[in-house]
């Protein structure tokens, strides 16, 4: 699969590049729909969250990079589809939930967009609603490292949430804003775990 050999090849390059380091690997459910989450500083962040997991990831990516012919059709094949991220984009949310709902994963960053100070900004309900619907877990994972060129990378990837209390239900926006906030909690727990060890 191309996807696969891909990852091979970009797991070498990070190797040599920026010495990445993944804790907590076996907190990776080996089967089922998942919702992977992660903070975003840099472009590097998609790259590092699928070689970061040995299943692939599918990310949403905005629609106006499937403009150019070729790139359009290069993230396709790597099983990445588009959002419109000026509107609720419905042919993006029943894609995510298919793929859900097929055991697949899928990868999102619940803050909407890079945070440009490395502070992890309010998430989006997103995640949350597509986890809910699809009765899967969410995988938190923090991304450390990514921003400028030399840094060595870390990521930490946290214990799945499940929250069967709220399957098969229809749950309001505070609900799962609070599930929201939790799963970001959970990697800013991690981020400053590692400050805290680096002496940052």
Known sequence: MF??????VI??????WRRPRVIGEENIPATG???VVANHVSNLDPIVMGCAINRQVHF??????FKNVLLAAFLRTVGTFPVNREKSDRNAIRMALELLQAGRVVGIFPEGTRSKTGELLKPHIGAAMLAVKADVPILPMAIIGTEGLFKKIIVVIGEPVYFPELWHSRPGREELEELSMQVMGS????????QTK???
């Open 187 to 194: 990697i800013e727990t991690a981020i400053k775990s590692d």
């Open 60 to 65: 949403m990516a905005k629609v106006e990079l």
């Open 198 to 200: 680096s002496g940052a």
């Open 11 to 16: 797991r070498f390059a990070l190797l040599i």
């Open 33 to 35: 729909g998942l919702v």
């Open 3 to 8: 996807y696969s050999f891909l990852r091979v």
